[in-house]
């Protein structure tokens, strides 16, 4: 190394400018101590601040030895008051010195995992460079579709969050744990409330192309990313597992028209007019439940699609039939159980890793 021009040597200076300027952050955020000094106390604040051993020792820069003995370059510092990277040498003489502008210390230090969809965009952008009016889902989503509601169908609604309703009085109306329960178990957090109600007597046909149509409306419009990485799970209740059916779909092929492989799961519960609901393509990628005593002549006719994994294949009864076995896959915890059970046997659903 002593012999080497300088030209050799900056350009291995140069070939290490990211690692080491990554280094740097990364030891520099890692290294932290609760500290009792602090400056938001005249604000009321009580907690404790956390603070870097070189802010605590009083050191104006932070110091890595570079492990690499054959190189020149011994020692790298992070300079955190006046915003430089210094390199030493091995008689700790500074060779080079970089300055770390607000351009290159405000940036992502890993590019965009969903970067091949955009290839006119910078993989270290963020939301295209459009904070105020954009937001970056990671891609990752569960879909809930409820059946009929009479709130949804007479616009019976005064004030708050349409998806707040549909969560806390659809779904999470008796088992308040419902829609954590599947957030948790397929790792997801991400979640839409969509409705399929519709009058007493519609066609699963026409709810499933309605479906097909608004899952690729929300994929136009960004509000659901696809990308190969992310599964999106679609869980269906009563008239929504048409709709449902078709969102599922529609996801598919989205993604094919963008060349994009994307998982899909499918959580049906309590199937409404199950001999009308078309699978092509979505069949091995969902699971159903419904109870045999599923039997109220409101919601007639209920049952099973044919050829989707049954995870009631012993036809297990609700305690009390009708309107109540109607609802109870979403009020209990037996329906998602025996779902999860199934899963876990056969390896049906991607969940988010």
Known sequence: MKNEKPQVIANKISNMKKAIIYMALC????????????PY??????????????????KQ???????DTSNQIKTIALDTKNGKVLYYDKNNFLIKSDTLYSEMVLRFLSPDPNEKNYP???PYNFVNNNPINAIDPDGRDIIFINGFSYHDNNNQFHGG??????????????????????ENYF????????????????KAVDRQKLGYQTALQMVNSGEVQLSADNPITVVMHSQGNAYGAGYMQGILAAAKENGIEVKVNGVMLAVHQPNDINTVGIKDKSIQFTYSNDNSKVVAPM?????????????IANSEDGLDAHSAPIDKNQAFDAIKKVDQQKGIYTKKQ
Not at 42 to 53: A, D, N, P, R
Not at 61 to 67: A, D, H, K, T, V
Not at 307 to 314: F, I, L
């Open 27 to 38: 030891f520099g955020f890692a290294k932290t101590h609760a500290q009792n000094d602090n």
């Open 41 to 58: 106390s005249v604000f009321g604040y009580q907690g404790k601040v956390l603070k870097t051993e070189e802010e605590i020792s009083g």
């Open 61 to 67: 820069m932070l110091e890595i030895i570079n492990q």
């Open 120 to 122: 006119s965009l910078s």
């Open 161 to 182: 969050s349409l998806n707040g309703w549909r969560k806390n009085n659809y779904w999470n109306n008796e088992n308040k744990n419902f829609t954590n329960n599947v």
């Open 187 to 202: 790792n997801d957090h991400t979640t839409h409330f969509l409705s399929a109600s519709q009058n007493y007597g519609s």
């Open 303 to 315: 049952g099973k699609i044919p050829g989707v994994t049954d995870a009631n294949p012993n036809n």
